[in-house]
């Protein structure tokens, strides 16, 4: 499918800026406000090319500074894509994470309509390593361990790194998790009792950046959550998601 270019005129431009806010707003903050209009109504879609900086700076009689302003906090907030020498594109939208909620990543991604794939790194029995904050005062003895990588069609969207209790999962090791993942099985042997998850903003480690695809530099949501059946604590995971690729969702009701 080829890139569809955003064909609009500087007349076109000018009037959705002087809608995007009032003349006492900043001028960055209206040229936000436009192009995120112009997102979340449609106009705009997911890859489409939008007007250069050149025909912006044209169009609404503004610095280039501000112009670029814009672009650079857009592109942070996740809505553009800019690449150097080509132009400017609508970003695919963000994967919601449940906040509150347990759920398969295969059936979070198939409900979107994409497509779900697992690239396992290794699946073992190790000794427990109780400086591991992962497994700290929680698990002794043996314990399986697994590394893998989910895939949304072909982008890395998630490195989990998981550490099980083997009396409450016997058969962990030998899964084939490229068919079924690791919480769609924990879920038939060891039914959720209840779960914990802690949410950080990091930097992913040297291996798992190499995983997802990114840079060092670019910051990682992180999710620790730890599952416990009605017999005890069944898993530990530590799951690194890109924070350009996702955002977490939940509700709640007041008291």
């Given at each position: 499918?080829?890139?569809?270019?955003?064909?609009?005129?500087?007349?076109?431009?000018?009037?959705?800026?002087?809608?995007?806010?009032?003349?006492?707003?900043?001028?960055?903050?209206?040229?936000?406000?436009?192009?995120?209009?112009?997102?979340?109504?449609?106009?705009?879609?997911?890859?489409?090319?939008?007007?250069?900086?050149?025909?912006?700076?044209?169009?609404?009689?503004?610095?280039?500074m501000t112009i670029n302003r814009a672009l650079r906090e857009l592109t942070a907030d996740?809505?553009?894509?800019?690449?150097?020498?080509?132009?400017?594109?609508?970003?695919?939208?963000?994967?919601?994470?449940?906040?509150?909620?347990?759920?398969?990543?295969?059936?979070?991604?198939?409900?979107?309509?994409?497509?779900?794939?697992?690239?396992?790194?290794?699946?073992?029995?190790?000794?427990?390593?109780?400086?591991?904050?992962?497994?700290?005062?929680?698990?002794?003895?043996?314990?399986?361990?697994?590394?893998?990588?989910?895939?949304?069609?072909?982008?890395?969207?998630?490195?989990?790194?998981?550490?099980?209790?083997?009396?409450?999962?016997?058969?962990?090791?030998?899964?084939?998790?490229?068919?079924?993942?690791?919480?769609?099985?924990?879920?038939?042997?060891?039914?959720?009792?209840?779960?914990?998850?802690?949410?950080?903003?990091?930097?992913?480690?040297?291996?798992?950046?190499?995983?997802?695809?990114?840079?060092?530099?670019?910051?990682?949501?992180?999710?620790?959550?730890?599952?416990?059946?009605?017999?005890?604590?069944?898993?530990?995971?530590?799951?690194?998601?890109?924070?350009?690729?996702?955002?977490?969702?939940?509700?709640?009701?007041?008291?």
């Open positions: 499918m080829g890139v569809r270019i955003v064909a609009i005129v500087d007349a076109e431009l000018a009037a959705l800026y002087n809608d995007a806010g009032t003349e006492s707003a900043p001028a960055y903050e209206r040229v936000k406000n436009l192009v995120v209009a112009q997102i979340n109504s449609g106009h705009w879609s997911e890859g489409d090319q939008l007007p250069s900086e050149n025909q912006l700076v044209a169009a609404l009689g503004l610095s280039r996740g809505l553009i894509v800019r690449m150097m020498g080509v132009g400017t594109f609508v970003a695919p939208p963000k994967t919601a994470s449940p906040l509150f909620e347990v759920k398969n990543i295969a059936d979070e991604i198939q409900r979107r309509g994409h497509r779900h794939r697992t690239e396992v790194i290794y699946v073992r029995e190790e000794h427990a390593d109780t400086a591991n904050p992962v497994i700290q005062d929680l698990m002794r003895g043996k314990v399986f361990h697994s590394l893998m990588v989910h895939f949304e069609d072909d982008t890395p969207i998630q490195v989990e790194d998981r550490y099980v209790n083997p009396s409450e999962a016997p058969g962990y090791l030998d899964q084939d998790f490229t068919r079924k993942t690791p919480n769609n099985y924990l879920s038939e042997v060891a039914p959720l009792e209840r779960g914990e998850h802690i949410v950080e903003a990091v930097l992913g480690s040297a291996d798992e950046c190499r995983l997802l695809r990114i840079k060092r530099s670019e910051p990682c949501l992180l999710i620790r959550r730890r599952t416990w059946s009605a017999r005890g604590l069944v898993s530990a995971a530590r799951l690194v998601h890109p924070g350009s690729r996702n955002r977490l969702e939940g509700t709640f009701t007041g008291q």
